[in-house]
């Protein structure tokens, strides 16, 4: 049957960034088609377990690193294939954004931002793939953003990280795919999360943007368990290297 293909029943996901937001919207979509999960956070993220435990029965693990602290990435990694005993599918998510004037823009915040958003998702990829060509197989799906294909306003660090993640992803599908591991990426649109929420308290930013999205509206978390699933899913074997766009239409414009 066509859902067949969607189904994630006996695998594993490690999904970081998933203490709310866009992770925890993705996370809960992998556990509806029938994925176990470990979920990462700064600090274990047990609301968003709890939540989706309750709602879909599947089991659900807690996991805590700093992704900034090299030695930390590492042990999250090994601690979620000693508690689940492998891990399927690796959702990196986690990010962190700085707004300042590149003028402005101070070092310190660069290397956090870059750290975060591009570094630990390169370190995280090196490691859960590893685990993956051992066994064969494998599906990765990297978080990066429409900044990929545009620069933005006072977001230099954040613009180049996504940037830098979008060819990362081409660049492991290119070694892995043929060995059974696929590396795809998801870019979000303008989504409701803590990272927008200067775009979304600034009444005359928010309503420039809203203009221009054709789907008439902002996404919201739920709008990426669709892309997350089929990325994640058998639907996805021959896909490799791809950056999917969900937008509501806003490259499109």
């Not at 859902?3 to 993705?26: E, I």
Request: aromatic fraction near 6%; hydrophobic fraction near 45%; charge should be neutral.
């Amino acid at each position: 049957m066509a859902n067949d293909l969607f189904r994630l029943d006996g695998r594993v996901a490690l999904v970081t960034g998933a203490t709310g937001g866009l992770g925890a919207g993705m996370a809960m979509g992998l556990a509806r088609a029938g994925a176990d999960l470990v979920l990462h956070g700064l600090t274990p993220p047990e609301d968003t377990a709890r939540t989706i435990g309750r709602d879909t029965q599947q089991r659900v693990e807690c996991l805590a690193a700093d992704l900034t602290d090299r030695a930390a990435t590492d042990r999250m990694v090994a601690d979620a294939i000693a508690a689940m005993g492998r891990v399927d599918v690796l959702v990196n998510n986690a990010g962190t954004i700085w707004r300042a004037p590149a003028g402005e823009y101070p070092d310190e915040q660069w290397d956090t931002v870059v750290e975060t958003n591009l570094t630990s998702v390169f370190r995280l990829c090196r490691a859960v793939g590893r685990h993956m060509l051992e066994r064969g197989r494998g599906k990765i799906v990297n978080v990066t953003s429409l900044l990929a294909f545009q620069g933005g306003v006072t977001v230099p660090a954040y613009a180049a990280s996504k940037g830098g993640v979008a060819q990362l992803t081409k660049a492991l599908a290119n070694e892995w795919a043929g060995r059974g591991v696929n590396v795809n990426a998801i870019a979000p649109g303008y989504m409701r999360t803590d990272n927008t929420r200067a775009l979304i308290e600034d009444p005359g930013r928010y309503r420039q943007i809203l203009e221009r999205i054709p789907a008439g509206r902002w996404g919201e978390p739920a709008d990426l368990a669709g892309a997350a699933v089929f990325l994640a899913s058998p639907a996805s074997d021959y896909v490799h290297g791809h950056v999917l766009v969900v937008d509501g239409g806003w490259m499109g414009r």
